[in-house]
């Protein structure tokens, strides 16, 4: 083989794992999404605008990364929107203003996460619940059990330790302040990818795109999504974090985020039923679906368009993955 042959050889396996799983298409979609709003307002593209932008976006991309796990293995988590309003609700009732019960709040609202997460999975997992019907139960009862307890009204305060990492930042000479989310998100970004490598990221995809035959192959399908499961309560949680920072404690915190990331995950090419789709192109969606709104809110377009594009996004998401389960596919590295 020849250098030439052998570089475009590897050129062409870079792009295989940055862009499998249909995720091309997206990056695309990006592309001009951020085109039609530099025409529109070149301001944007301004260092602070930008670490705005990344600031708000970053929750999504979080969520969006968790909810891949999920429905890389053939499931879906409708719970995640109204555990993040759960966490907030709960951290500033606990904390209520002390400085000092920061810490130990953050370690209950992880325990509260793994917990939600845990409960999900066996229900889908050992008492075979379709996970529709298990994770939307999950959510009324959330939403449900927040309202009876603060009465509708939030009570209580978020500490400043609290919201440092949703709201400050590292201040920096041209960026002004690179906000802490962006790292953050980052490193959940780098995560996903890595453990897609491992091979219980290739066990994830075998499962959601064959359950029966990863069964027969010794996986053990129930361990495998309900820890998906947990992991995904997980990065909601850390959402919350971030969402609680950023927008501050209100009785509306968390809705529709189930749904929004759903959209984001779907858009990235990922295909609902499991067994396609990679991490990269979840994160691609997520900042897909954040600068649609943005460019929306430049064109002066009322926020009900939000939820009738992002039905539009997932009926057409269900109709490809219909198309996309017929093909064969080799699942991508990232």
Not at 49 to 73: E, R
Not at 150 to 163: E, I, K, N, Q, Y
Not at 223 to 230: E, S, Y
Request: charged share 10%.
């Amino acid at each position: 083989m020849t250098a030439t042959a052998t570089r475009t050889a590897g050129a062409r396996a870079v792009a295989g794992r940055l862009f499998g799983g249909g995720s091309a298409t997206v990056f695309a979609l990006l592309a001009l999404v951020f085109v039609a709003i530099l025409f529109l307002n070149p301001s944007f593209f301004e260092p602070p605008s930008l670490m705005a932008f990344a600031k708000k976006a970053a929750p999504l991309v979080i969520l969006a990364v968790g909810q891949y796990l999920v429905i890389v293995c053939g499931e879906l988590d409708l719970s995640v929107g109204s555990l993040v309003g759960a966490q907030v609700v709960i951290a500033a009732a606990l904390i209520d203003g002390e400085e000092s019960r920061t810490v130990p709040v953050l370690l209950v609202m992880l325990a509260f996460g793994v917990l939600v997460g845990l409960v999900n999975g066996l229900v889908v997992t050992v008492l075979k619940v379709h996970s529709l019907i298990a994770t939307l139960g999950m959510m009324l009862v959330l939403y449900g059990a927040i309202r009876l307890w603060t009465g509708g009204a939030p009570t209580g305060a978020l500490s400043d330790g609290f919201r440092q990492v949703g709201r400050e930042g590292i201040d920096m000479p041209v960026l002004r302040q690179l906000p802490w989310a962006l790292p953050v998100a980052v490193v959940v970004v780098v995560a996903g990818v890595a453990l897609m490598r491992k091979p219980f990221g290739r066990t994830l995809i075998t499962t959601g795109d064959n359950e029966r035959a990863a069964a027969f192959a010794g996986v053990r399908v129930w361990r495998v999504r309900t820890v998906a499961f947990v992991l995904s309560s997980v990065l909601a949680t850390l959402a919350g974090v971030l969402i609680g920072g950023y927008a501050g404690v209100t009785a509306q915190v968390g809705e529709g985020l189930e749904f929004t990331a759903i959209t984001a995950v779907v858009l990235g090419g990922v295909v609902l039923g499991g067994g396609r789709g990679t991490v990269l192109a979840a994160m691609a969606g997520a900042l897909t679906v954040e600068a649609l709104f943005t460019l929306f809110n430049q064109l002066s377009l009322p926020s009900t368009v939000r939820p009738t594009v992002q039905g539009v996004i997932i009926i057409a998401a269900v109709a490809w993955a219909a198309r996309e389960r017929r093909r064969p596919f080799l699942p991508p590295q990232s």
